[in-house]
């Protein structure tokens, strides 16, 4: 009999030691999971809402997207993947809007070290909720959400090196497991989004290029005189409308042609 409670005794401790171990690899997984699917996004908005719908699905941590405002001071909750049920449930014990909640660094000691010092920061839900909400309502907000038991980790979401808001993780895990992994999901976000911002610089100068092109065609083709365009290798790259009558070859087939090629003759003479 003692021989078998010893057995389980080991059971449990071998038990407690890998758990740590399992947690760790499934939040690597998960979390680079999350990160494949924001890299194929081109879009600050879907970017931030698929990330919150992957957290929503995992059921089991939450996460919550703050950006900065225009000056500064506060952090403005844009996704979380809280449920309806308990941000509807919060929102009554505090009378306030949940969803676009702002936060005000300069009442937040654990945000304000994220955000003015670059920090990762670690602590119970419930102490940060204690520096934005009056401590019964902190408690109860907490209570609520079932999030008395839970960890937070947060870390600075950043766009071409300059810090822009913050990425906050909870769990019921032990926090310290989790950090590299929101580090690298916070790292991954913000390539997401500089990637979209090359994507739409790309978009912007290609409509640009569109637009000139339009307003050289529509000049050139409004002329009467003769005019065409060669590139490097003198080939033709562009052929008006009067080159068209003129010589009677359509600006199909002399564009991406050599002079020779359009005018056999002139080969031969």
Known sequence: MKGLMEDGVK???QEQMGRPLRDLIEIIHFTENVSTKIHTL????EIYRTVKEEFAKSRKYTINISLLTDDGTKLRVVETSITPKSLKAAEKVSGLQMQGYTIDLNKSRLYSQVVREGKTV??????????????PMAYLISKVMDFTKRFMIMT???RHGKIIGVIAMSSTSLAEVFIPSVESLAQHISNALELAD???ERERMEKKLRESEERYKGLTESITDVFFAMDKDLRYTYWNKASEKLTGTSAEDA?????TEVFPDVKGT
């Open 11 to 13: 059971m449990e401790e």
């Open 255 to 259: 564009i991406g042609k050599s002079l």
């Open 156 to 158: 600075p979401l950043e």
């Open 198 to 200: 090359e994507h739409a």
């Open 122 to 135: 670690q602590a119970y839900v419930s102490d940060v909720l204690k520096e934005l909400f009056p401590r």
């Open 42 to 45: 081109f879009d600050e908005t």
